[in-house]
């Protein structure tokens, strides 16, 4: 497997007898002390019911150690003997392999040895990448907000050991920059950009390293709703209105009742309304409904 410096892994130890019955096991292993540390040496539910000596381990020496018995004996292709918990320190590889001394006792009333082709583990340990570079864009910096703004700009900092930076713009959420410099700017824009969810993608090389990709989403919505009529029952005085917006959806809407009849006639007054809407006529007239 491959992990990363300062984070942590398991590693299940089994044991196959291959047909025959044990009643004790003894695994020694070893790892490289430089490259890895262990933070638990017991884990998962193990087939030893007794431990001879409490499982034993040295992040000095790089080893481990368990003896355990099974009273009346076990036959097992899989039997779990205990799940390590290795803590990543340096990069390396780093094998964990098993000692000679490792051995099952038959359950025979002699404690005759077996020895069983023991398999151990690689793990190749790298350095973390750089974390994304952080996004912001001053034309759309609420990422659930739509804006009517159809050329986003996109802006970010600089790290110090930072050379280069990669972007993308797309409507793929997962995208990836290719590795080809588009220098060291700090500021990228559009124009024009359709309808629809879009995703600024970045990420900045330091000290020779591609680091991960940072995503930024910008919502565009440039098309007003679908034109619509609201349709007025006279004898109930209610209002019905509805219309659709394909990409940010209709927000609420918002409704004037203006007595047309005076003059002069006032300016139209808008209050948020749902439909139906209840018209409240205090005054017969001519009215419209906006």
């Known amino acids: 497997g491959t992990f990363f410096v300062g984070s942590t892994f398991s590693v299940s130890i089994y044991t196959n007898t291959k047909g025959a019955?044990?009643?004790?096991?003894?695994?020694?292993?070893k790892?490289?002390?430089?490259?890895?540390?262990?933070?638990?040496?017991?884990?998962?539910?193990?087939f030893i019911s007794e431990w001879?000596?409490?499982?034993?381990?040295?992040?000095?020496?790089?080893?481990?150690?368990?003896?355990?018995?099974i009273p009346g004996g076990i036959v097992t292709s899989a039997g779990l003997i205990s799940t390590i918990t290795f803590r990543a320190k340096s990069p390396g590889v780093a094998k964990v392999e098993f000692l000679d001394s490792s051995r099952a006792l038959l359950n025979d009333g002699k404690g005759t040895p077996i020895f069983t082709t023991n398999i151990g583990g690689v793990y190749e340990i790298l350095i973390p990448l750089p974390e994304g570079p952080k996004i912001t864009s001053p034309t759309h910096p609420d990422l659930d907000i739509w804006?009517?703004?159809?050329?986003?700009?996109?802006?970010?900092?600089?790290?110090?050991?930072?050379?280069d930076f990669s972007f993308s713009f797309s409507q793929n959420s997962q995208e990836n920059p290719d590795t080809v410099s588009e220098g060291n700017v700090i500021l990228r824009s559009y124009d024009d950009v359709a309808d629809g969810i879009w995703y600024f993608h970045?990420?900045?090389?330091?000290?020779?390293?591609?680091?991960?990709?940072?995503?930024?989403?910008?919502?565009?919505?440039?098309?007003?709703?679908?034109?619509?009529?609201?349709?007025?029952?006279?004898?109930?005085?209610?209002?019905?209105?509805?219309?659709?917006?394909?990409?940010?959806?209709?927000?609420?809407?918002?409704?004037?009742?203006?007595?047309?009849?005076?003059?002069?006639?006032?300016?139209?007054f808008f209050v948020e309304?749902?439909?139906?809407?209840?018209?409240a006529f205090k005054e017969p007239g001519r009215y419209s409904i906006m």
């Open 273 to 279: 309304g749902t439909s139906p809407y209840k018209i």
């Open 21 to 29: 019955e044990i009643n004790a096991i003894e695994v020694d292993l």
């Open 147 to 163: 804006y009517s703004n159809s050329s986003p700009t996109f802006s970010w900092g600089k790290e110090r050991g930072v050379t």
């Open 31 to 46: 790892f490289p002390p430089d490259i890895l540390q262990v933070t638990s040496p017991t884990a998962g539910e193990s």
């Open 202 to 268: 970045l990420r900045a090389k330091k000290d020779g390293i591609w680091g991960r990709t940072s995503h930024f989403p910008v919502r565009i919505d440039t098309t007003p709703p679908q034109e619509f009529e609201p349709r007025v029952e006279t004898h109930s005085f209610f209002v019905y209105f509805e219309t659709r917006d394909r990409h940010s959806g209709v927000d609420h809407y918002e409704i004037s009742v203006l007595n047309i009849s005076k003059n002069p006639i006032v300016a139209p």
């Open 52 to 69: 001879l000596a409490p499982p034993s381990y040295s992040n000095t020496g790089g080893t481990i150690s368990f003896k355990g018995e």
